[in-house]
C-alpha cells in the first residue's frame, strides 16, 4: 500500500476543514522563460500566489479562508489582528473580513519605522477597507502579541466573540492553505511534464510549513526551501516543524512516512548579507537583481529570490532542471517605498531624446 496520497484524496481531506472562499485559484505557474534564457538555465517557474485575488492578493488570502473558516465556525462576530504598520498579513485580513462581513480591529507596530507612518501601500488600503487602526510602538512578535490578546480580550468583556492573532492556533490552521497550493503545484507540474528539483519560498509560518507537508503527503521529490523574510526570537525551523505536525492533524493526513524535505533559513540573513552573496556566488544572479531591481528589493520576495539564484549558482541545479519559486505577494509594499524607489530606478534613454 502506498503511504502517500494522491491530489485528490488530499484535496478530499482539505475538504472537511471548515473554509470561507475568497481566493481566485488555482494561481498560475509560469515560466520565465527570459530569465532562464539569461540564466543559460535553469528554469524558473513562478507560482503567482500574488494573484490570489482579494485586495492585491498575497498567501494571506490563501491562509484567511481557513481562518475565516475557524473563526465562523466558532461563532466570531470581531476581528483582532496586527503586525507592521506595512503589513501584507493585515491588508488581506482586513479585506477578507470585509467581506464576511465581520468588523476588524488592528494594531500596527511603528518600532521599525525611521520616519513617521505615511498612509501609503498597505496602510491605504486598510483605512480604505475601513478597518479600525491602532498604532503602537512594541515590536511585531511577543510584544505586539501581548496587546492584540488584550484587545481581544476588552472586546469579549464588551460581550463579542473576537478571533484573534493568536500565533499557535492560526500558524497552523492557515497552513492547511498551503498543503492545498502544494497540489496545485503538482497538479500543474504534471501538466507541464516537469519534476521540479526544488520549491521556494518565503516564509517563516503557515505558507512554508503547508508547502512542505504537501509536498511530503503527495510523495513529492523535491525538498521545500523556505526563506525566512522576518526573524523572530524562536527557532524559526522548529516553529516549522511543530506547525506541519499540527497541521498534518489538523487535515487528517496521519502517514507514517511523512519526512518533508525541507530545509529552512532561519537566520535573519539581511538582505545586504542576501545580496552580497548572491552578486559574489552569480554573476547573472546580479545581473537580473540590476534589471529588476526596483521590484525586488525591500520586498518581501527580495530574500528567497536571491538564494533561489545563488544556489542555482552554486550549481546545485542542472541547467535542463526546473525550479518553482512561488511568488507570496506582497505588492502594496513597493507605493510605500515610493521615494526610496525612485532614487534607484536607472531611467532608460527616450528614442526620442530629451
Ligand atoms: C509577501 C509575504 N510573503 C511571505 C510571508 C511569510 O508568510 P508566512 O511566514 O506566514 O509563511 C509574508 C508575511 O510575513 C508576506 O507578507
Redesign the pocket.
Known amino acids: 500500500m502506498s503511504n502517500t496520497l494522491s491530489t485528490a484524496e488530499l484535496r478530499e481531506a482539505i475538504d472537511r476543514v471548515p473554509r470561507f472562499a475568497l481566493a481566485h485559484l488555482p494561481t498560475p505557474l509560469e515560466p520565465l522563460r527570459n530569465l532562464s534564457k539569461e540564466l543559460g538555465g535553469p528554469t524558473i517557474w513562478i507560482k503567482r500566489d500574488d494573484c490570489t485575488g482579494l485586495a492585491f492578493g498575497?498567501?494571506k488570502t490563501r491562509?484567511n479562508e481557513f481562518l475565516l473558516g475557524a473563526a465562523l465556525d466558532e461563532g466570531a462576530d470581531y476581528f483582532v489582528w496586527g503586525a507592521g504598520v506595512q503589513s501584507?498579513?493585515c491588508r488581506q485580513t482586513v479585506a477578507a473580513c470585509v467581506k464576511a462581513g465581520i468588523p476588524i480591529h488592528i494594531v500596527l507596530s511603528r518600532a521599525h519605522l525611521d520616519g513617521p507612518v505615511e498612509t501609503q501601500g498597505n496602510l491605504l488600503l486598510d483605512q480604505l477597507m475601513g478597518a479600525s487602526i491602532e498604532f503602537v510602538d512594541a515590536p511585531v512578535g511577543p510584544e505586539l502579541d501581548v496587546i492584540i490578546a488584550d484587545r481581544a480580550e476588552q472586546l469579549r468583556q464588551k460581550g463579542h466573540h473576537p478571533f484573534f492573532w493568536n500565533r499557535n492556533p492560526v500558524v497552523q490552521i492557515?497552513a492547511i492553505s498551503y498543503v492545498e497550493c502544494a497540489v496545485e503545484i503538482a497538479e500543474q507540474c504534471q501538466h507541464e511534464r516537469i519534476d521540479p528539483a526544488a520549491i521556494y519560498v518565503?516564509?517563516?509560518?503557515?505558507?512554508?510549513s503547508g508547502l512542505a507537508l504537501g509536498a511530503a503527503a503527495l510523495g513529492m521529490n523535491c525538498p521545500v526551501k523556505n526563506i525566512a523574510?522576518?526573524t523572530w526570537p524562536w527557532d524559526t525551523a522548529n516553529g516549522h516543524g511543530r506547525s506541519r505536525l499540527r497541521c498534518c492533524r489538523a487535515v487528517a493526513v496521519f502517514l507514517t512516512a511523512l519526512r518533508p524535505q525541507t530545509s529552512t533559513f532561519p537566520r535573519a540573513t539581511s538582505l545586504r548579507d542576501t545580496e552580497l552573496r548572491a552578486r559574489t556566488a552569480w554573476k547573472p544572479c546580479s545581473l537580473s537583481q540590476g534589471r529588476s531591481r526596483s521590484f525586488w528589493i525591500r520586498f518581501?520576495q527580495a530574500k528567497p529570490w536571491p538564494a533561489c539564484l545563488t544556489t542555482s549558482a552554486a550549481e546545485i541545479f542542472r541547467s535542463d532542471d526546473d525550479v518553482v519559486f512561488v511568488h507570496?505577494?506582497?505588492t502594496p509594499v513597493l507605493f510605500a517605498m515610493n521615494d526610496f524607489l525612485n532614487k534607484s530606478i536607472t531611467r532608460r534613454p527616450s528614442p526620442f531624446g530629451e
Open positions: 498575497g498567501n491562509h501584507n498579513n492557515a518565503s516564509s517563516c509560518g503557515s505558507t512554508g523574510p522576518l518581501t507570496t505577494g506582497g
